[in-house]
């Protein structure tokens, strides 16, 4: 790097990319010729349905779309969000004031610290946790305070537990179920427990409901604003990528109370300029249809779940079956604790990639997080090179 190009003291605050051992010695596999079978990446496998392929056909062919989008989005979008999240949830919102189109949940999630957050603040982030949140929060100026989530409870965050001077500075808390990558689930009385907490000490719950149609169970995962109380004190994240197979179109929405949703796309506003206006469309058109597809991809989700749950059991890991995600998240073998050295040997002995726990925030070592976006002749093959070497 030339002499005067210093990163940003906020660039070098970002905590180390851990997975850079992995994707090395998965690249000398590839090199050797090894067929590597990835459990690696949390992106659908499979491609985006027909019926959207189309959808986004037809909206192409139409000049309006290829303008800058408006910047609280295309209005058939959002008045398509409103009729999904009543229909799935039982909650309205307001199309014009509470629905905002996004780049990706990713994108929303990044910037919303910088809509609430001062140098000095703190932001509550559950640790592990999917990294946005810790580095949004510091791209805000702001000090991620990381509240560990532990199996014994059901991984799901004690924010009681904060110290008080901590809560003091807190402006948000990140929240994330079904959860990746734990692939845990949220309670009712979680949800209660929280907002009556969050109302009471003035801090804004952003729940990230990226997985909420993902899941194998009768009961499909809460929005949060299922729960009474939640529109005074919440902003939740949706995204079409699981749900959809849309990784790739960079599409999701954010909905929740109006100041939220306004300060966000105020932020918004002054970076990017919206979601590409044909995207929008055929998002809208995406969600039409979306419970019908989910249910087909959640049937196979799960018979990947039930193989690899039952070939991992088999080999000595102390695995239990996720209800939603497409995530096994599980303690190592023989107890084992060292997850980063656990991977390398996976797949320097077997060519498999599966992600170490720790990755994804310390409380995270000792346990391996494997997805189930790989299809079942692989996952069959893995079971057998592993029992080989395991
Ligand atoms: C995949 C994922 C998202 C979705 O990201 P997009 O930007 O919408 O593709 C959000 N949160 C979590 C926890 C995820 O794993």
Known sequence: MSFFLNESDRLKALPPYLFVEIDRAKRRAIDKG????????????????????????????????HHYPLDRGNAAFRQNVSLWVKKRFGVSFNPDTEILPLIGSKEGIAHLPL??????????????????????????????????????????????????????????????????????????????????????????????????????????????????????????????????????????????REEAINALL?????????????????????????????????????????????GLKELGFPVKPNQATFYVFTRLPGGQKDSTVFCKNLLESCGIVATPGVGFGGPGEGYVRFTLTVNEPEIREAIVRMRKVL
């Open 34 to 65: 090894v067929k590597v079978i990835d459990f690696g990446v949390g992106d659908p496998d499979q491609a985006t349905p027909n019926f959207i392929l189309k959808a986004m056909a037809k909206a192409i062919k139409d000049s309006k779309t």
């Open 115 to 256: 809509a609430f957050i001062n140098p000095g603040d703190v932001v509550l982030v559950p640790d592990p946790c999917y990294p946005p949140y810790k580095s949004g929060t510091l791209f805000a100026g702001g000090q991620p305070y990381l509240m560990p989530l532990k199996e014994e409870n059901g991984f799901l965050p004690d924010f009681e537990a904060v110290p008080a001077d901590i809560l003091k500075k807190a402006k948000i808390i990140f929240v994330n179920y079904p959860n990746n990558p734990t692939g845990a689930v949220a309670t009712r009385s979680f949800y209660e427990k929280l907002i009556k907490w969050a109302t009471q000490h003035k801090i804004l719950v952003a729940s990230d409901l990226a997985y909420s149609e993902v899941y194998f169970g009768k009961e499909k995962p809460l929005s949060i604003f299922e729960v009474p109380g939640a529109r005074e004190v919440a902003i939740e994240f949706h995204s079409l990528s699981k749900t959809c197979n849309m990784t790739g179109w960079r599409v999701g929405f954010a909905v929740g």
């Open 266 to 310: 105020r932020v918004k506003s002054n970076i990017d300029s919206g979601v590409f206006t044909a995207v929008q469309v055929t998002a809208s058109e995406a969600l039409k249809n979306s419970f019908g597809f989910s249910k087909k991809t959640n049937i196979m989700y799960r018979r990947r779940r039930d193989l690899l749950v039952a």
